[in-house]
C-alpha cells in the first residue's frame, strides 16, 4: 500500500518562511513528486513538481521565485521551502506522486495523495 505523508506545516506571520516535507513509502517504481493545495472553498490547485531525476521542476506562476521544491537523496521523499509567505497562500497542502516521468502540473498525473498538511499565513 502506498503511503504518503506530509510535514513541517503550522502558522507563520506575513513574509515568514516553511518547509513542507513529504515521506513516501510502498512505492514501486519511480515515481515524478508533487505539490498541491486547496484553500477553504476554492478547488485544488498545482503548487509545484519536480521530475524522478530531480532535474526538471516547475511551478505555479503564483509561487514562482518564493518556493523551491526538491528531492531528498531518497527519490521518496520531497521538500517544499516556502519564503515570503503571503496570507493568500493559506491551504491546506498535499504531497502527490505519480508514474510520470516529468515535473508534471496536472493533477490527473498524480495516483497517490497524502492527507495534507495545514499551512497558515497571519496577515
Known amino acids: 500500500q502506498v503511503h504518503l505523508v506530509e510535514s513541517g506545516g503550522g502558522l507563520v506571520e506575513a513574509g515568514g518562511s516553511l518547509r513542507l516535507s513529504c515521506a513516501a513509502s510502498?512505492?514501486?517504481?519511480?515515481?515524478?513528486m508533487g505539490w498541491f493545495r486547496q484553500a477553504p472553498g476554492k478547488e485544488r490547485e498545482f503548487v509545484a513538481a519536480v521530475s524522478w531525476s530531480g532535474g526538471r521542476t516547475s511551478y505555479a506562476d503564483s509561487v514562482k521565485g518564493r518556493f523551491t521544491i526538491t528531492r531528498g537523496n531518497a527519490k521518496n521523499t520531497v521538500y517544499l521551502q516556502m519564503n515570503s509567505l503571503k496570507p493568500e497562500d493559506t491551504a491546506v497542502y498535499y504531497c502527490a506522486g505519480g508514474r510520470v516521468n516529468t515535473a508534471s502540473y496536472q493533477e490527473q498525473d498524480y495516483a497517490y495523495w497524502g492527507q495534507g498538511t495545514q499551512v497558515t499565513v497571519s496577515s
Open positions: 510502498g512505492i514501486i517504481g519511480i515515481y515524478a
